[in-house]
């Protein structure tokens, strides 16, 4: 799922002492291949979505997508959170024809208290930030460029079972 237990696990970062890396509160995995790159000095590739821990860097929405059994995607901003689930074209991402009758599910949360246990579900999020959230998410699959290519990997029964036993089935 898209839920923050799944997508934002526990981080540790130790710079060092004469460094001016600037770790947000909220760290995105997904910015860690931006931020080591910024800090050896090679530039980011393009396909890379994440953002360098620099200071004053521009505040976001955070946007996580899922390409699995069905398409998921969610958008963060300014402390709530939209999942939006695509039934059609499995699992790839829909077509732009598809948001004509909207999102299979939505779903919405609060975010407060600690990373994994901070997201509440939430009813009392206004229409205007609903509406905003889904316009982000639209806005993300039109845009983004779908990946080409997914390699399949044959893996030993032993690693199935341990990925199994995680719950990765």
Known sequence: ??????IRPGLIVKPPADSDLDIPDDANTIDFYPTIANAVGVDVPNHCRGN???????????????????????????????????????????PREYFEDGFEHEEYYTLDG?????????????????????????TFIEEEETPEHREEVDVSDAVEDRLSDLGYT
Not at 1 to 6: I, P, Q, R, W, Y
């Open 1 to 6: 799922s898209l839920l923050d237990a799944n």
């Open 52 to 94: 360098a821990w620099v200071p004053d860097r521009p505040e976001e929405p955070r946007i996580t997508e899922r390409l699995l059994d069905t398409y998921n995607v969610s958008v963060e901003r300014d402390g709530v959170k939209g999942i939006f689930t695509c039934a059609e074209n499995n699992p790839d991402r829909p």
């Open 114 to 138: 600690k990373p994994g246990q901070r997201e509440r579900e939430a009813s009392n999020i206004s229409e205007t930030t609903k509406s905003e959230l889904r316009a982000t998410a639209k």
